[in-house]
Structure formats: C-alpha cells, structure tokens
C-alpha cells in the first residue's frame, strides 16, 4: 500500500500538511540539486495551494508512490481507482453513463520521449513482457468488473481520454496509457477503473455501509469491486 491512511498522501501526512511542512524544504532541495528552474520555484513558492497541487503536487505525489511499489519489486501491482463521466464535470449532479476499463503502460509521445528517463521507461517496456502480461492482467480484470458489477466494458468512442489519449488493445477494455504509475513502476500492473463513481445509481451504492468484510463496515458494492480484482488475479496466475 502507497498510503498509510485515508485522506493521506504517499508522505506519509495531508496535503495541506505537507504544504505547511514540507513545501519550502522540497522545492528549495529540487531548485539547487537542478532539477527546477529558478522561476518555476518561484511560482510554485508563491502560488495557491490549488495550483500548487495540479501543477506540481499531484505528480509528485505519483512519483512517490510509485517509488516506494518498486522498492517493495512487487510480482504484479494493482491500481485501484474510480473514475467518473468526463463530460459530467463539475459533477455536482449525477450521470446515467457507467463503464469499466483499466490502462497499462505505453501510448507514449513524441513530447514524452524528450526526458531520458521515460526513454529508459519505454525500452523496459519494449525489451521486457510486462506489457503482454498486463494486458492479460487487465483483460482478466476488465472481464470481473463487467460480469460481478454488470457495467458494460468501455469503447475508445466512450470517453475522449480513450480517443485521443489512448491506444486500444485486442483485449475489450483495456488501453495503453501513459499514466505516471503506468509508466513508472517495474511490474506487471493494471490500472482499474471498476465504475463511475457520478452513475446516478453507483453514487447511492457506494455510499451504503451495509455489509461487514474483514472488520470492515462497507458498501456491498465494494466488496463486489474487491473481488472482482481478487478473482482477476487468480485467472492471471492460472493462466
């Protein structure tokens, strides 16, 4: 697990506690290894803790995360994540959309490519098969997601992300895309994306606490998302 607690981050705190901190210690450490321009440390020093997040602390964060999955050289990584309709935003209503896919690595760009260390991402994808296994991973999940959730599996058509930003495998559901941890961390992985969260049905569910698993009071719809992953990867190791 990259995050010891709910509502913390992969430091091991909130983000606002991290904004009160360790924001200047970090970005003063990133400016004078190099690894920042003097005027965007002085942006991000001087910014909002709103902009300070997407335009800094979100990927940062990522990175994190996935450096501590690696350290731990895991057989096979799950990402567990909700998504939600796109074209719902600001979502302060609900939407009749509801779809399952998952990511894993590749799709990289031209502008990607520019850093040597997504160069040395995309020749560990290329020379090794993580990608083949994930995607039998992710199929696999894809597949539970659809049968124990009855939500029908996305389209590239479904969802912008997926046309523009994605490239779709021969397993239904599962497209390449080149996400921080997709990219970043060393082992067969899925990045699952069991419902929207927004459905207005989903969002009444997933509010219920109405079942016990494991000492945990939750929703049942939960547990069904849980064993969907659980089932998924019993099929990867049997296959």
Request: proline residues 3%; contains cysteine; aromatic residues 10%.
């Amino acid at each position: 697990m990259s995050r010891d607690q709910g509502n913390f981050t992969s430091f091991n705190c909130t983000f606002d506690d991290w904004v009160k901190n360790h924001r200047r210690r970090t970005l003063d450490s990133l400016k004078n290894n190099g690894q920042m321009a003097p005027a965007r440390h002085k942006t991000l020093m001087s910014c909002s803790d709103y902009d300070l997040f997407w335009n800094f602390f979100r990927d940062f964060d990522l990175a994190n995360r996935a450096a501590k999955i690696n350290s731990f050289a895991p057989h096979l990584t799950l990402i567990i994540h909700y998504n939600v309709d796109e074209k719902n935003a600001p979502w302060k209503n609900h939407s009749p959309k509801n779809f399952s896919m998952a990511f894993i690595g590749g799709a990289f760009t031209a502008g990607d490519l520019a850093k040597p260390e997504n160069r040395l991402h995309f020749l560990r994808l290329l020379l090794t098969d993580q990608l083949n296994r994930s995607q039998q991973l992710a199929g696999a999940t894809v597949k539970n997601f659809s049968q124990q959730l009855n939500i029908p599996i996305a389209r590239s058509s479904d969802a912008t992300y997926l046309l523009n930003n994605c490239i779709s495998t021969s397993s239904p559901g599962v497209f390449c895309r080149n996400l921080v941890l997709c990219r970043k961390i060393n082992s067969v992985l899925v990045y699952g994306e069991s419902l929207y969260q927004d459905n207005e049905k989903e969002c009444l569910e997933l509010m219920k606490c109405d079942v016990d698993a494991y000492g945990v009071r939750t929703s049942a719809r939960l547990v069904k998302v849980a064993q969907s992953y659980y089932d998924a990867v019993i099929d990867h190791l049997l296959n």
